[in-house]
T-cell receptor, first 114, second 110 residues
Framework: ETGVTQTPRHLVMGMTNKKSLKCEQH?????MYWYKQSAKKPLELMFV???????ENNSVPSRFSPECPNSSHLFLHLHTLQPEDSALYLC?????????????FGPGTRLTVT | ELKVEQNPLFLSMQEGKNYTIYCNYS?????LYWYRQDPGKSLESLFV?????AVKQEGRLMASLDTKARLSTLHITAAVHDLSATYFC??????????FGAGTILRVKS
């Protein structure tokens, strides 16, 4: 595997379900991100982890819970979601403190909440 | 609050024509990024502009940055159909935080 991978690629869940999105980066980076991309809205930053520590929580509802067990893996745990949470969820990684901060994105998970 | 504005938001152009996409941002930043997204796909990094006056070119695309004017441009030369995609600019707010523009949907017609 190369770059940033995400699983699953597609997910349909009911409002009472609990599921998790997984992201793995194979680039040796030390920062990871979750973004939400909805139709007709700019890309929204949700969470930032740098050196496995959460450094940004962009006013995201508590029904989204991130976890970063190590610098290569990032999870987004989902529970009691709403239909408006349906979106493309993108994971990205970068090398923090490099001065460049270029972010590399995974293919995304298309989430549909029914 | 950093605001990043792109214009136009939608651009339909003929093959072979030239055009420019503009990215304005509201607070000081010296790092700007351009990404491309194809329908249903993820974001692909195109350019990283790290200083005032930076200019980068790749094929038919050229990006520039004017930090004093808080403006970046993405110039398309002799457009071809394969360039049809959504183009995003993004600006570093602080640390690792990128703020994205709304995106410009580009459609190149034969």
């Amino acid at each position: 595997e190369t770059g940033v991978t995400q699983t699953p690629r597609h997910l349909v869940m009911g409002m009472t379900n609990k599921k998790s999105l997984k992201c793995e980066q194979h680039l040796g980076h030390n920062a990871m991100y979750w973004y939400k991309q909805s139709a007709k809205k700019p890309l929204e930053l949700m969470f930032v982890y740098s050196l496995e520590e959460r450094v940004e929580n962009n006013s995201v509802p508590s029904r989204f819970s991130p976890e970063c067990p190590n610098s290569s893996h990032l999870f987004l745990h989902l529970h009691t979601l709403q239909p408006e949470d349906s979106a493309l969820y993108l994971c990205a990684s970068s090398q923090a403190f490099s001065g460049i901060y270029e972010q590399y994105f995974g293919p995304g998970t298309r989430l549909t909440v029914t | 609050e950093l605001k990043v504005e792109q214009n136009p938001l939608f651009l339909s152009m003929q093959e072979g024509k030239n055009y420019t996409i503009y990215c304005n941002y509201s607070t000081t930043s010296d790092r700007l990024y351009w990404y491309r997204q194809d329908p249903g796909k993820s974001l692909e990094s195109l350019f990283v502009l790290l200083s005032n006056g930076a200019v980068k070119q790749e094929g038919r695309l050229m990006a520039s940055l004017d930090t004093k004017a808080r403006l970046s441009t993405l110039h398309i030369t002799a457009a071809v159909h394969d360039l049809s995609a959504t183009y995003f600019c993004a600006v570093i707010l602080y640390g690792n935080k990128l703020v994205f523009g709304a995106g410009t949907i580009l459609r190149v017609k034969s």
